[in-house]
């Protein structure tokens, strides 16, 4: 089955066409938070490039968060805007699980790592198994004493090198191993998907949402009102 996958969550987007694992275009481009203008038009030119109509793509698939709350909002209403009328599937995973399987699965814990601002992390934490990973801890905001605390020795911290908070955890004395990913790997992301489309794949178009993991301003701001 062909798919398109996009992930806007972060300062680039990826847009890829995969026919099941196999590659068939993928693009990297900085996204300078202009999500809304620029993605359908850098959609239409990687479908054009792969000799590709949208009625050849029978399953969409956007990441699901943490990050950009614009971003993310815009990349799951494209590729679910395309699959409902198209009558394609739609899945998703969080950017957290797509860099958590980019590592070497031979450690017993992975801690997946993003910048939340305010000196602050998301992050979600993974046991490696014969079978894979199994998310322990799901994705939560933390502090930066939380991540020195809890991920110690024996586990691999994984960042994306572009925001830097890896390192700034080994600065800060953190004692596991840093493994720093130039992007987010959709090749991942397409093998976390790929062969799922026949269970529930048109449901998953109605009940995945976004995970932002941090309430957006204008929560926190209503959450605040009604507690006067």
């Known amino acids: 089955m062909k798919m398109l996958l996009v992930d806007t969550s972060g300062k680039e987007i990826a847009i890829a066409v995969y026919d099941g694992k196999r590659c068939i275009s ?3 481009i900085k996204a300078e938070q202009n999500y809304n203008k620029v993605l359908i038009p850098l959609i239409d030119g990687i479908m054009s490039r792969s000799g590709l109509k949208y009625t050849d793509i029978g399953l969409f698939a956007a990441t699901l968060g943490p990050g950009s709350f614009t971003g993310i909002r815009v990349g799951m209403a494209a590729m679910k805007g395309f699959a409902q009328p198209l009558g394609a ?3 998703g995973r969080t950017v957290l699980e797509i860099m958590a399987n980019s590592v070497n699965k031979t450690v017993k814990k992975v801690w997946a790592v993003m910048d939340a601002g305010r000196g602050e992390f998301y992050t979600a934490c993974y046991n490696a198994k014969k079978n894979g990973l199994t998310e322990t801890t799901p994705p939560v905001l933390v502090t930066q004493e939380y991540m020195l ?3 110690g020795k024996g586990s ?3 960042s994306l090198r ?3 908070c890896g390192q700034r955890l080994m600065d800060a004395g953190c004692s596991a191993y840093l493994e720093e990913l130039e992007h987010v790997d959709m090749d991942v992301f397409a093998g976390l998907i790929a062969g799922n489309e026949k ?3 048109r449901k998953r178009l109605f009940y995945l949402g976004p995970v932002y993991v941090r309430p957006s301003e204008a929560e926190a701001a209503l959450k605040k009102n009604r507690c006067r």
């Open 26 to 28: 993928l693009e990297y």
């Open 89 to 91: 599937q739609f899945d």
């Open 149 to 151: 605390k809890n991920a």
């Open 156 to 158: 691999v911290i994984v």
């Open 162 to 164: 572009t925001d830097g």
């Open 199 to 201: 269970k529930d794949g």
